[in-house]
């Protein structure tokens, strides 16, 4: 049974950023081996702790969301205490409700992403069969021009026909 946790945990800040990049790899690779996986990598960067830890007053917070198995757990904790980088880590289960409404958001803007991914496509070919028009109006060859189908929401936006009057001479 998978569960959602977060491991929050602060490095020492003489840390480059290629340890940095090692230790989460490392971390990545212990929870895909149990059958886990990364959610997401938040780095805070460098802060100002609120009490020295080893002699140190700054430390480089991290934050790693996933989802576990209990072994797991067990399985990083371990690896995260004989890590010197690390000066203090937490692995704590994350709110069930809290989980479930980030991931609503997430799909929620996913869709609006895609979606408006869908109408710039469409913008784009609309514009091209207007250039293909014009140029067909100036007598150039022109390939094929594509055909262009419109959204119920799309549709509404669209202007009339524009109907050519008849001038009567007197």
């Not at 995260?80 to 799909?107: F, G, M, T, W, Y």
């Amino acid at each position: 049974m998978s569960r959602d946790y977060e491991l929050g945990f602060i490095l020492q800040p003489e840390v480059n950023e290629e340890q940095t990049r090692s230790l989460v790899e490392r971390i990545e690779q212990i929870v895909t081996t149990y059958g886990g996986q990364v959610v997401r990598v938040n780095q805070w960067g460098r802060r100002r702790l609120a009490y020295p830890i080893e002699h140190n007053r700054d430390g480089f917070y991290m934050f790693i969301d996933m989802i576990l198995t209990p072994e797991t757990v067990s399985e990083l904790d371990r690896t995260l205490k004989v890590s010197e980088e690390v000066l203090r880590h937490l692995i704590k289960r994350r709110d069930p409700k809290s989980v479930q409404k980030e991931r609503e958001a997430r799909a929620t803007a996913a869709q609006a992403q895609a979606t408006a991914a869908a109408e710039s496509e469409a913008a784009a070919a609309n514009a091209e069969a207007v250039a293909n028009v014009e140029a067909s109006e100036e007598g150039q060859a022109i390939e094929e021009a594509p055909v262009v189908v419109l959204t119920a929401e799309e549709d509404d936006f669209v202007p009339p026909a524009i109907e050519e009057e008849e001038t009567i001479e007197a």
